[in-house]
């Protein structure tokens, strides 16, 4: 605690200890956890949490971990699917909006190829879709 009250003296920075989490190596027994996360006032971060938007832990099945971001371009995509756009309008929010969502995770991580392609085909899915057919449009 005395190491963190020098940081926050020294950077002018205060620590939030509500919306901070201490994150361990598998090695280190859970007494010890305990006794740390105990020491800190925070709680000990789970395996599902997030850090600026992105997963804490990336383990081998990276389209499981990154299936975030799909999910965030769907439900964006969804939000304007009962929209009258015209092509110009679809495009300016394919290129603004979808290919922006990915960007910062991109910068971190490599994005799997998998889901580069289903976000591709969301997109494209969108962009064909007509206001008049009932299904997917031309597909």
């Known amino acids: ?7 926050e003296h020294a950077s002018g920075q205060q620590i939030n200890l509500g919306k901070s989490s201490v994150f361990f190596s598998p090695n280190v027994n859970g ?3 305990h006794s740390i996360c105990t020491t800190l006032h925070m709680p000990e ?7 600026l938007g992105l997963p804490n832990i990336i383990g081998r099945n990276k389209n499981a971990i990154l299936g975030f971001l799909k999910n965030k371009v769907m439900n964006r995509i969804n939000s304007w699917s009962g929209k009258l756009l015209s092509g110009a309008g679809k495009e300016i929010l394919l290129k603004t909006v979808i290919q922006s969502l990915p960007t910062y995770a991109m910068s971190v991580f490599l994005i799997p190829l998998g889901t580069c392609n289903e976000i591709e085909k969301l997109m494209a899915r969108f962009w064909w879709k007509t206001t008049n057919s009932k299904g997917n449009g031309i597909i």
């Open 31 to 33: 007494q010890l956890r």
């Open 45 to 51: 971060a789970s395996e599902n949490s997030f850090y």
């Open 1 to 7: 605690m005395s190491l963190l009250r020098r940081f």
